[in-house]
């Protein structure tokens, strides 16, 4: 596709239900990375692939969050019972190795 | 571990002037990339420049330049001629020989019209 795109573009939940947030990477693009940004903060590293390397999980903020991704194209990032502190705008961002990110325009959570 | 550091949460420069936004950082390798994205109201982050560690010379784009001075691990974008558009959140970023990129807390650049 033309660039990275992210869906859904806004979610809103109900406080302890799951949710599933997906990010479609640029094709070709060997390294795909999840932030977490609330409102009027920084971009807070959550999860990284590169290629068929092991991701580098450091950022996750506890167990109830973890990302798959297939081959090097579709990743899907999962909360599982959602806290209200989870409220943030999740973007993702793609690169070919040794590049800068291509960002998607991100997915706003919102747990009520 | 590798940081990035910027120390002005908050800028203001009057329409049609210079503004520098700061930027440090904190890492022992020598061979790295180094970036300021731009995002906007409509939270679309957008490249605005890189720098490649082992080049000597600033990296330019068009209105908006770098200083990178490599023994201070600094890394600042000047911003001339304000426009209106420029006004949104800076972010620097350092991206090490594994690819993981980290990223400043951000600077939000109001543009005085």
């Known amino acids: 596709g033309a660039g990275v795109s992210q869906s859904p573009s806004n979610k809103v939940t109900e406080k302890g239900k799951d949710v599933e947030l997906r990010c479609d990477p640029i094709?070709?693009?060997?390294?795909l990375y999840w932030y977490r940004q609330r409102l009027g903060q920084g971009l807070e590293f959550l999860i990284y692939?590169?290629?068929?390397?092991?991701?580098?999980k450091s950022g996750l903020p506890s167990d109830r969050f973890s990302a798959e991704r297939t081959g090097e194209s579709v990743s899907t990032l999962t909360i599982q019972r959602t806290q209200q502190e989870d409220s943030a705008v999740y973007l993702c961002?793609?690169?070919?190795?040794?590049?800068?990110?291509?960002f998607g325009p991100g997915t706003r959570l919102t747990v009520l | 571990a590798q940081t990035v550091t910027q120390s002005q949460p908050e800028m203001s420069v009057q329409e049609a002037e210079t503004v520098t936004l700061s930027c440090t950082y904190d890492?022992?390798?020598?061979?790295?990339?180094l970036f300021w994205y731009k995002q906007p109201p409509s939270r679309q982050m957008i490249l605005v420049i890189r720098?490649?560690?082992?080049?000597?010379q600033n990296a330019t784009e068009n209105r908006f330049s770098v200083n990178f001075q490599k023994a201070a691990k600094s890394f600042s974008l000047k911003i001339s001629d304000s426009q209106l558009g420029d006004a949104a959140m800076y972010f620097c970023?350092?991206?090490?020989?594994?690819?993981?990129?980290?990223f400043g807390k951000g600077t939000r650049l109001h543009i005085l019209p």
């Open positions: 961002a793609s690169s070919l190795q040794g590049y800068e990110q291509f």
């Open positions: 094709s070709g693009h060997t390294a």
């Open positions: 692939f590169q290629g068929n390397s092991a991701p580098d």
């Open positions: 890492t022992s390798e020598s061979d790295y990339y």
């Open positions: 720098q490649e560690a082992y080049k000597q």
């Open positions: 970023a350092y991206r090490n020989r594994d690819d993981k990129i980290i």
